[in-house]
T-cell receptor, first 111, second 116 residues
Framework: DAGITQSPRYKITETGRQVTLMCHQT?????MFWYRQDLGHGLRLIYY???????DKGEVPDGYVVSRSKTENFPLTLESATRSQTSVYFC??????????FGPGTRLTVT | GENVEQHPSTLSVQEGDSAVIKCTYS??????FPWYKQELGKGPQLIID?????GEKKDQRIAVTLNKTAKHFSLHITETQPEDSAVYFC???????????????FGAGTQVVVTP
């Protein structure tokens, strides 16, 4: 039972390229989230989703796009990557209003 | 919006001693306060949480206390062990309003080092 997985775990890309980070959960939880983690800023919410086809912006959504056509998947796309988007990205999921469970993270480097 | 401050940023303790991490929050409407442990190279792991209708919660060697009046909450780890070494994050949110639900505001983290 993998629970929540992210792919790739590591990614290096160039400025201006489109990049998609994948998140998959096996619990059928309604809620899913994307965070970025940077030194000095802690964890910041990028986007979240309350159910399939329902998404909303978090604290730092600029430059990112999400979709959720299936309950178990929540991909995050950087349409035109910038160096400021170099970060560790975490996906999380939760069954309701409270607990959130995090994936292992994707370390993204934009050169 | 909510703002969470966490202290200290680093904490070194001897094995067997207690560790205490404190967080303050700004939004009096916040009612859910989770704590996460993050080991190197891994995602944050929920270790304990508390809701605003409870003042204290314990789970083995870990406890969390909440003071709503002062708007602060603390994580207490007793009888620390080397495997407790990690970064610990506090967070806060109002889990009962659609505007803020899910929008956990995290503290900056505390690096805990337990030396044998």
């Amino acid at each position: 039972d993998a629970g929540i997985t992210q792919s790739p775990r590591y990614k290096i890309t160039e400025t201006g390229r489109q990049v998609t980070l994948m998140c998959h959960q096996t619990w059928s939880h309604s809620y899913m989230f994307w965070y970025r983690q940077d030194l000095g800023h802690g964890l910041r919410l990028i986007y979240y989703s309350a159910a399939a086809d329902i998404t909303d912006k978090g604290e730092v959504p600029d430059g990112y796009v999400v979709s959720r056509s299936k309950t178990e998947n929540f991909p995050l796309t950087l349409e035109s990557a910038t160096r400021s988007q170099t970060s560790v990205y975490f996906c999380a999921t939760g069954p309701g209003l409270y607990e959130q469970y995090f994936g292992p993270g994707t370390r993204l480097t934009v050169t | 919006g909510e703002n969470v401050e966490q202290h200290p940023s680093t904490l070194s303790v001897q094995e067997g001693d207690s560790a205490v991490i404190k967080c303050t929050y700004s939004d009096s409407a916040s009612n859910y306060f989770p704590w996460y442990k993050q080991e190197l190279g891994k995602g944050p792991q929920l270790i304990i949480d508390i809701r605003s209708n409870v003042g204290e919660k314990k789970d083995q060697r870990i406890a969390v206390t909440l003071n709503k009046t002062a708007k602060h909450f603390s994580l207490h780890i007793t009888e620390t062990q080397p495997e407790d070494s990690a970064v610990y994050f506090c967070a806060a949110t109002n889990a009962l309003t659609t505007d803020s639900w899910g929008k956990l505001q995290f503290g900056a983290g505390t690096q805990v080092v337990v030396t044998p």
